[in-house]
């Protein structure tokens, strides 16, 4: 299957990335799909 999808690369600090982590295992979510849906809603929020 294919996706016209782009990839999107963030560097951040462990510190930091743990803590999005954290996050996203409380949402039951990947730190990749957490990452989209707050894009998503900063994208809908100033477009």
């Known amino acids: ?4 999808k782009k990839r999107f690369v963030l560097l951040i600090d462990p510190e930091d990335y743990e803590k ?3 996050l ?3 949402q039951n ?3 990749g799909n957490l990452g989209v849906t ?3 809603e900063y ?4 477009s």
Do not use: C, D
């Not at 299957?1 to 016209?4: A, P, Q, S, Y």
């Not at 994208?43 to 100033?46: E, W």
């Open 43 to 46: 994208l809908k929020k100033h």
């Open 24 to 26: 996203a295992e409380e």
């Open 20 to 22: 999005f982590k954290k």
């Open 38 to 40: 707050i894009i998503k």
């Open 29 to 31: 979510r990947t730190a």
């Open 1 to 4: 299957m294919t996706t016209n």
